[in-house]
């Protein structure tokens, strides 16, 4: 599932469904939806069209009224009611801040304002998308780039809903998927200048993991902030919101496809590793960045090699490359093998088990080959990889302590293999 729906105009659009639950739920998906500036929209415009197509009964402006009055609002339609409640009540400019401000805590200190200045909106808000939720009516929320506002109110809806804090920073995070394009708008309205802050329209994990230990150091919990600072009844809340928000998880699912890629599906790639490096990263795993891997690179290897996508249904799984050589690895070798890179899977939506599947589908592609072994390698300060692929069959054979990718950064890999018999 792709959080991101495609808009010309807007380059933040997010469904919010689909995270699991503490309890084994998950959110129900196309009920509720996080967003960058509304604004943007136009009447008779594709975008109007797509974004009156998902059923939204109410949209919740949280900029300030100034914001609205230079920038503009969604347009008016009977189909939904609009609500401006402004969360932040001490205005800056992210823009123009020193390029010596570190995002995370700045940021963070940012958002416990609003949470303690903002408790009257932020109520508000929160009864408003019970009152959606439980009239069974689908909701958007957005501010001007749908990053800290909105991350904040997602946050909150996310804690009360049951989803745990490091899937919360993830889906805060999310907007790095989106930063070019943000950064792009910003030029264009500006003159062609850059903002003077590089952390402008970022969202990296420190900023949510910062403000979720801050609040629940000044009130025990999401929950208690609920109770103590915005004066409403959290359980009673949650409940609301869980018994209308929330859907049992599957439990059957359709058998994965595989078909090869093409050039066309090399942006897809490139999302699905840069979210994948983003739910690495809210749990602590340095392994990935975001923006490592080009489309270039993954046309590249669909020439030199292959690169494959399943899907369940209609649903993009996951996907994974296949190298006939590796010498940054492995070194030279005879053409006996098949190296397996970039094993992706789509976070918290691929079915169960998906990443052996992928597996075991590279093995076949590599026996069709005649090649009588598959090969791979992982970090090597990563043993909880390196367990998963030896449960899989594959055997540590060495580690190479400088494998150069053409990052110019060096590094440890061990390397696995498996006979394939």
Known sequence: MDRHLRF??????????GYRTTDGRRVRAG???????????AEGTADWSRFLSLGIGTVIDLRYDWEISAKGRVPSHPSFEYVNL??????????????????????????????????????????????????????????ATGKDRTGELAALILSLLGVDERTIIEDFSLTELATSSLLADWRERNEGRSPTWPGFARAPESVMRLFLQSLNTRYGSVEGYVTKALGLNAEALSSKLRENLLEPAPTTWHPLTYRRATPADAKTLVHLRDSLSLWMLARGIDQWKPQEKTEAHFITRMREGEVWLAHTGDTLSGAYELWWTDEAAWGPRPSDAGYIHRLMTTPHTAPPHTGRELLTHAESRISESARPYARLDCLSTNPRLRTYYESAGYTAVGEQPTKDDGSGSPYAVTLLEKHLG
């Open 31 to 41: 009920r509720l939806y996080r967003a960058d500036s509304l604004g943007k929209l």
């Open 86 to 143: 402004s969360i932040e009540h001490r205005p800056y400019n992210q823009a123009a801040l020193g390029p010596d401000i570190d995002p995370g805590p700045y940021l963070a200190e940012r958002f416990m304002e609003v949470a303690e200045d903002g408790t009257k909106e932020i109520r508000q808000a929160l009864e408003l998308v019970a009152e959606s939720a439980q009239s069974d009516t689908p909701l958007a929320f957005h501010c």
């Open 8 to 17: 010309e105009t807007l380059h933040n659009f997010r469904d919010v469904g």
